[in-house]
């Protein structure tokens, strides 16, 4: 989860919402991502899409059954529908999200053998979130 | 739908099931796309959210509340729920998905103010899904 707060990181620099992902592959992280929406000018350029594409490619598969997301806030409808398709092993994630989490929908956009795990640094991503959005209404 | 109807075909020649998608904004299609999960080895590469990236840059703003996609198929909740980021003004889509469509988890994965149509030459866009998987089974 350090290394997706890094992700979060690089994200603020670009004054991005900072939240960061990694996806991890026997012990070794395959990929990473940070949000680029603004950047990008894309809506969907979420850290979970961009680190679950780059998994894909350099896992050589489509499917991450064997591999675990972290990332630093829980993922929205659209993040956990893509995990689903990725048949994602495992979810980590640190601060919940109770304006967009997937949860508030439902548990069954992920697929039905994800491990989620949350509340990890939970502090640390959570503030990464609120200090960012507090400086913006400043 | 005719429109998007043609990009299903351009994936069923790749192999690819068979849905395609157009962005339509001000009676002009400004983005297309069809799926290539496969070849791009992606399991975020449907055919939606290549046309909503395209749109978003075509139209150079990530808000999309004035324009209509139709797809051939009932989205997925990843899809449906980037149509929420996007703030989607319409979506029309063909065929039902009974098995990973939006509707099966909550229509709540769609911004509020999406207007939903649904059933638009249904016949041939299932059609062209029911065949693909037909041929492949045997």
């Known amino acids: ?4 707060l890094k ?3 690089k994200a603020l620099v670009k004054d991005e919402v900072p939240i960061g992902a990694v996806v991890v592959w026997n012990n070794k992280i395959i990929s990473r991502g940070h949000n680029l929406t603004e950047t990008l000018n894309d809506p969907t350029a979420h ?17 991450l059954d064997q591999c675990t997301m972290y990332v630093t806030v829980e993922p929205c409808p659209m993040c956990a529908g893509a995990m689903y398709w990725a048949h994602l092993g495992s979810l980590v994630f640190g601060a919940t999200d109770p304006k967009r989490g997937f949860r508030l929908i439902s548990n069954n956009i992920l697929h039905p053998k994800t491990v989620i795990t949350s509340g990890i640094l939970e502090k640390e991503c959570s503030k990464l979130i609120s200090d960012f959005f507090k400086k913006k209404r400043s």
């Open 1 to 4: 989860m350090k290394e997706a």
């Open 7 to 9: 992700e979060a990181e």
């Open 47 to 63: 850290a979970e899409m961009q680190a679950l594409t780059a998994a894909s490619n350099s896992f050589g598969g489509k499917y």
